[in-house]
């Protein structure tokens, strides 16, 4: 089982719709969630952070986390063609030299 | 403020080469990473340093790769020789702490490596 899955892409939405990307992870110790996004060619870049159960709302984007499920989310509302890239889930434990974990990324694409 | 400094960004040699890729942490920070992403992968995480030292290199395949934070500041890695499934680009991220909330990694360009 991978510590990290992502639900497979690619993902493709029409402009203006939401876009719903799904995480689920292994180790019942993580404590902190993050999505990157990550353009073709480039770095990945940090969207959003979460670390208690419960929706988190940043612009057009909530993440949602349910630590009994092991499973985090991530809405992306009024969707636009600059949101298509790919988006990496990542968890970590926040003990010393905990490692953050990424799963293999799921492809978004909006078409205008 | 300055971001993360990665060189080369990109590198073409030959199975059984070797080839060293230099990072420059943010000013600062305590913690730096090297991370390998393959094509169609996400990150997978090669080495961790706090400050000087060594605090996860689970993943690191070493006996061909290794990897050092003199002085804690910048750092190196090497891979000796090189198969052609190094193919990949290496990411190097640094973050202000490695063990609090809402510590984010700061990624470089990365350098992307392509084994022949």
């Known amino acids: 089982q991978k510590e990290v899955e992502q639900n497979s892409g690619p993902l493709s939405v029409p402009e203006g719709a939401i876009a719903s990307l799904n995480c689920t992870y292994s180790?019942?110790?993580?404590?902190?969630f993050f999505w990157y996004r990550q353009y073709s060619g480039k770095s990945p870049e940090l969207i959003m952070f979460?670390?208690?159960?419960g929706d988190k709302e940043d612009g057009r984007f909530t993440a949602q986390l349910n630590k009994a499920s092991q499973y985090v989310s991530l809405l992306i509302r009024d969707s636009q063609p600059s949101d298509s890239a790919t988006y990496l889930c990542a968890v970590k434990r926040e003990t010393s030299g905990s490692r953050l974990t990424f799963g293999e990324g799921t492809q978004l694409t909006v078409n205008p | 403020e300055a971001g993360v400094a990665q060189s080369p960004r990109y590198k073409i040699i030959e199975k059984r080469q070797s080839v060293a890729f230099w990072c420059n942490p943010i000013s600062g920070h305590a913690t730096l990473y090297w991370y390998q992403q393959i094509l169609g992968q996400g990150p997978k995480l090669l080495i961790q340093?706090?400050?000087?030292?060594?605090?996860?290199d689970s993943q690191l395949p070493k006996d061909r790769f290794s990897a050092e934070r003199l002085k804690g500041v910048d750092s190196t890695l090497k891979i000796q020789p090189a198969k052609l499934e190094d193919s990949a680009v290496y990411l190097c991220?640094?973050?202000?702490?490695?063990?609090?909330?809402?510590?984010?990694?700061?990624f470089g360009n990365g350098t992307r490596l392509t084994v022949t």
């Open positions: 991220a640094s973050s202000p702490t490695g063990v609090r909330y809402n510590s984010p990694l700061h």
């Open positions: 340093f706090q400050n000087n030292g060594v605090v996860d």
């Open positions: 180790d019942r110790g993580s404590q902190s």
């Open positions: 979460i670390y208690s159960n």
